[in-house]
């Protein structure tokens, strides 16, 4: 059984949005070994991680556009 404060640490610590991509797609591939508290905390972190790349994605594109 994997714990919400291990994976916690580790989502924490990990700085690439990539790789928190990476992480929380393994543990949702793999929920049959999660807690049901950590279930909910990872789809709520997948949602703020989707926020944060759109945001970072759109000011790229308006600043791309403003430079051309």
Known sequence: MIH??????A???CRDLQLKFLLINYL??????LQIKLLYWLCIRLAQL???LYRKKSHNLKSAFLKN
Not at 4 to 9: F, G, L, T
């Open 4 to 9: 919400k404060s291990a994976v916690q640490v």
């Open 28 to 33: 949702l591939r793999n929920f049959k070994i």
């Open 11 to 13: 989502f924490k610590n």
């Open 50 to 52: 989707a926020i944060k």
